[in-house]
């Protein structure tokens, strides 16, 4: 109906342990994806687990000269770090190919993903953010670019060849995880230097992690972990596993306006307009 010409590797899915098909064949098909001339994006069908088994392997590949926009969030954080930190691309946290070929992705959530890829709307802007910490709180205006994701699969690269620091703002959400989990990998971060040359954090939505009786830590130990920063922390990125599904541009300028009326303008990358 978007007037788009997907094009599916006939061997998409495959036999494997745990992966939706084996290493090789997934890494032989993201390749092939990222270096055809005649196609303009890589959306992932779906998320789950597997991209830092193919990481080293492109990671060895030099870029091609075209950037390619690559669409998706979750596991695809992985690969949102090696476009962004190493390739200098941009890219598209957004929704995936199951979710948005369902009904799992809200109407207006569709409308403005077809306004930035092609409509040409020239940026997003994500209005009533909500102040974490007294840095947020304070009016000032950052211009920066975005990285990050997934805070679990980010914390996995820590430690690998793809960890390298961002020096901008960064964007975490997540799913599942109790309060414990979130503020053990907040900390990894931290300790490990992952947010040492940073200038603000955004939050986008952290579903579910219930405790067992029924209480969830999450928003607190969120709240708590932002205060302990001197950069501004702000809540309320409507992206990730949760109902909202707002697309949101990486490694592409964007500004930060903190203060009791904080707002985040994302701009659209002249390349991924259709």
Excluded at 5 to 33: H, I, M, T, W, Y
Aim: hydrophobic share 40%; proline share 7%; charged share 20%.
């Amino acid at each position: 109906r978007r007037g788009l010409v997907p094009r599916v590797p006939p061997d998409l899915f495959g036999e494997d342990l745990l992966c939706a098909n084996s290493d090789a064949r997934r890494f032989a098909q993201l390749r092939k994806a990222l270096f055809a001339r005649d196609s303009r994006a890589v959306w992932c069908v779906r998320g789950g687990y597997g991209a830092i088994r193919i990481i080293q392997r492109l990671q060895a590949l030099r870029p091609p000269s075209r950037p390619k926009l690559l669409i998706g969030y979750s596991d695809a954080t992985t690969l949102h770090q090696l476009l962004n930190l190493y390739w200098g691309w941009p890219s598209l946290h957004g929704p995936l190919l199951d979710r948005l070929g369902g009904s799992a992705v809200r109407e207006a959530d569709r409308i403005e993903l077809d306004g930035v890829l092609l409509g040409g709307a020239p940026q997003t802007v994500f209005a009533d953010l909500v102040p974490l910490n007294a840095a947020a709180r304070r009016r000032q205006r950052l211009t920066s670019r975005l990285t990050g994701g997934n805070l679990t699969v980010l914390q996995s690269t820590v430690g690998t060849p793809l960890q390298r620091r961002p020096s901008g703002m960064l964007l975490l959400e997540d799913i599942g995880e109790r309060g414990y989990r979130i503020d053990r990998m907040l900390e990894h971060l931290r300790q490990a230097g992952v947010l040492r040359n940073l200038k603000a954090i955004v939050l986008g939505t952290f579903l579910g992690g219930a405790e067992t009786d029924g209480s969830n830590l999450g928003p607190a130990v969120l709240e708590r972990f932002a205060q302990t920063l001197p950069i501004p922390v702000l809540a309320g990125i409507d992206a990730g596993h949760g109902p909202g599904q707002r697309p949101v541009f990486l490694h592409t300028p964007a500004e930060l306006r903190c203060g009791p009326d904080a707002e985040l303008i994302v701009q659209t990358p002249s390349f991924a307009r259709r």
